[in-house]
């Protein structure tokens, strides 16, 4: 049985979809919602703010049902919040915790029913990490499910100090973390990385050496080849063009090209405790679209902006005002 001194409400407000299609058709806030109860290995956290991310649009236009967990469905992988009750079995984390994470382990393969869009959600104790003291809830919803996968895409690859990388869409939620870790974690020997003009000296804040502008350049005509593309965007039929022989290019939108190959995140919250001294030291920051912050009433606009693909780094959706 989970413990918990405070009394819990028994419902709660989420937004949730009974039917696969467009956000703005079929996401609806709901305010009669069961709070979940955690499973001896999991804790139930206080929503603060929830990132959310392609996958969720994805999923909820019904593109992984074959493999989803049955609807409705509350949308949200990403959360930071408070810890409120604890499992059982769970001996890292107590209440009053201020924790974060990607609740989903397998992203897309039977993702929560119960998503992060929502103002209580249970997840297991595995997946989560201490939230860094020096970053908001919001900023801290925007990391978990961009920078495991970027770092997963990494370590795939072997990536490693003195090695030159190629990042894809390097203005994006995963592109954005990519240029840092292999900057400032890796220590990458040169970090180049295309987006659109007006996001040319974010790259290069973030540790861009090369900021190739793709409206107008291909980076695949650079006489320059790497020893590793990271593909943000889906474009491995031209990012195949721009490795070193015997590189490795690693996609997170399919499909693959040979030699590439197509990375799947298995979320873990043991990457975020290993980066976590990074964040609280500013050498990584985590990157919010200046204009990506929204309320919870606002959860159907902030999905529009998602959907434009044009969001600088993340969008956060503050639970918690």
């Known amino acids: ?13 989420a937004w949730s979809y009974s039917e696969y299609g467009k956000s703005s058709d079929v996401l609806k806030l709901d305010s009669d919602v069961v709070v979940p109860q955690p499973n001896d290995d999991q804790v139930l956290v206080k929503v603060v703010a929830a990132g959310i991310n392609p996958v969720d649009f994805k999923r909820m236009l019904g593109m992984f049902k074959q493999i989803d967990s049955p609807l409705p469905i509350i949308p949200g992988y990403d959360v930071a919040g408070v810890v409120v009750k604890v ?5 890292k984390f107590k209440e009053g915790d201020e924790v974060y994470g990607d609740i989903d382990e397998t992203a897309v393969d039977h993702a929560k029913q119960i998503g992060t869009i929502a103002e209580y959600t249970a ?5 989560l990490a201490l939230k860094p003291k020096n970053l908001s809830f919001v900023e801290a919803a925007g990391l978990p499910l961009a920078t495991e996968t970027a770092y997963g895409g990494l370590e795939r690859c072997q990536f490693c100090t003195g090695k030159s990388i190629l990042v894809l869409g390097g203005a994006g939620g995963v592109g954005t973390m990519v240029v840092q870790l292999a900057k400032h974690v890796y220590g990458a020997s040169k970090v180049a990385a295309t987006s659109s003009t007006s996001k040319l000296d974010l790259l290069k804040s973030l540790g861009a ?3 190739i502008d793709y ?28 490795v070193k022989e015997g590189g490795r290019v690693v996609t997170i939108v399919g499909p693959a090209v040979p030699p590439a190959f197509i990375y799947f995140l298995t979320a873990n919250g043991a990457v975020l405790e290993k980066l976590n001294p990074f964040f609280e030291s500013g050498k990584i920051k985590p990157m919010i679209d200046p204009k990506g912050v929204f309320p919870f009433s606002q959860t159907r606009e902030a999905f ?10 993340k969008v956060v959706i503050s639970v918690i005002p």
């Open 304 to 313: 529009a902006y998602l959907e434009t693909g044009r969001v600088t780094g």
């Open 123 to 127: 997840v297991e104790e595995k997946l």
């Open 209 to 211: 050496d090369l900021p």
């Open 87 to 91: 499992g059982s079995q769970v001996k």
């Open 215 to 242: 409206t107008k350049q291909n980076f695949e005509d650079l006489p320059e080849k790497f020893d590793v593309v990271y593909d943000s965007v889906g474009q491995c039929d031209r990012a195949v063009k721009a």
């Open 1 to 13: 049985m989970a413990s918990s001194t405070a009394t819990l409400p028994s419902k709660m407000k």
